[in-house]
Nanobody
Framework: QVQLVESGGGLVQSGGSLRLSCAAS????????MEWFRQVPGKERELVAS???????NYADSVKGRFTISRDNAMNTVWLQMNSLVPDDTAVYFC????????WGRGTQVTVST
């Protein structure tokens, strides 16, 4: 059974930082493309950052230069370091794994106050 468990969300002031973690189990993590999405009520889920099996990364324009995605295949974990947070970053953040199938975590709430 595949599980993706996010942690690290919370309430932070504008300009602050948070580090999200996603612990994966039940899948061949090293070959998965790992991604972070976010969603606010009434809007579609949007891709924030991705990291491929070879370590290549991609970011949404809105987070470039502020967020960093990384992974450790030995720990089956992917992180999202979020710096210089702004209120528009407020959302539920989801971990997503892509192999032959796709898997989602349950999400972690990030709230950035003014």
């Amino acid at each position: 059974q595949v599980q993706l468990v996010e942690s690290g969300g919370g309430l932070v002031q504008s300009g602050g930082s948070l580090r999200l973690s996603c612990a994966a189990s039940g899948l061949t993590f090293r070959v998965a493309t790992m991604e972070w999405f976010r969603q606010v009520p009434g809007k579609e889920r949007e891709l924030v950052a991705s990291i491929g099996r070879n370590g290549n990364t991609n970011y949404a324009d809105s987070v470039k230069g502020r967020f960093t995605i990384s992974r450790d295949n030995a720990m089956n974990t992917v992180w999202l370091q979020m710096n210089s947070l702004v209120p528009d970053d407020t959302a539920v953040y989801f971990c997503h794994a892509r192999l032959y199938l796709e898997y989602w975590g349950r999400g972690t709430q990030v709230t950035v106050s003014t």
